[in-house]
């Protein structure tokens, strides 16, 4: 299974982005589908996840502010919906599928795509 990750781009400070997680056959290939961003100089986070039960984990500093959801209809994707953006979100985005939201040797990883918020 593939996950390719798109969506990002440049936006001002307040702005909204939407990124897509497509997946080369079913979401429910994976028990937990994650959300990451890595931004200069940082380690790598852990932003949001989605279990296979339909329940959704957030960082508190995106609580309240993003949103992850999935195409139940088709259900080869995984959205993440970016509202009040601040500059310090700013970072590559990457998708994760696997049997848990923690990063193990046997994940699958998409490619990053970058968000700029500019101030």
């Known amino acids: 299974v593939q996950l390719q990750a798109s969506g990002g781009g440049l936006v001002q400070t307040g702005g909204s982005l939407r990124l897509s997680c497509a997946t080369s056959e079913s979401i429910f290939s994976f028990v937990a589908l994650g959300w990451y961003r890595q931004a200069p100089g940082k380690q790598r986070e852990l932003v949001g996840g989605?279990?296979?039960?339909?329940?959704?984990?957030y960082a508190d500093s995106v609580k309240g502010r993003f949103t992850i959801s999935r195409d139940n209809a088709k259900k080869n994707t995984v959205f993440l919906q970016m509202n009040s953006l601040k500059p310090e979100d700013t970072a590559v985005y990457y998708c994760k599928g696997g049997a848990t939201l923690r990063v193990t040797p046997y994940d699958t990883w998409g490619q990053g795509t970058l968000v700029t918020v500019s101030s």
């Open positions: 989605i279990i296979s039960g339909g329940s959704t984990v």
